[in-house]
Nanobody, 127 residues
């Protein structure tokens, strides 16, 4: 049974930083994983993803500010978020794919590519 557990969310002022973690069990982070977010009243959107080769992709809105990484030895995925803005306020979810086949490039930021989801961690950025 795959379980993904996020942590590290919280409240921060604009310009601040947070580091989210996602620990996986029943799944190896050497495969394809990503981070999504869902602002209040909006649809869930892809933030960033990393594949089995370490190739990363970012949504335009977070490029240069967010960094995805993983520690495969600890089966943990990270999201370093710097220069946070109020519009980054959302519930953040980590997600994992059943297979890395298909959904390459920008499509790897689609929710359709992911089978397993964490419960989410709230990030609130105040101005």
């Amino acid at each position: 049974q795959v379980q993904l557990v996020e942590s590290g969310g919280g409240s921060v002022q604009a310009g601040g930083s947070l580091r989210l973690s996602c620990t996986a069990s029943g799944y190896t982070t050497t495969r394809c994983v990503g981070w999504f977010r869902q602002p209040p009243g909006q649809e869930r959107e892809g933030v960033t993803a990393i594949d089995s080769l370490g190739t990363t992709i970012y949504a335009d809105s977070v490029k240069g500010r967010f960094t995805i990484s993983k520690d495969n030895a600890k089966n943990t995925l990270f999201l370093q978020m710097n220069s946070l803005k109020p519009e980054d306020t959302a519930m953040y979810y980590c997600a994992a794919r059943r297979t890395c086949v298909g959904f390459s490039g920008p499509a790897s930021l689609s929710t359709l590519a992911y089978t397993y989801w964490g419960q989410g961690t709230q990030v609130t950025v105040s101005s």
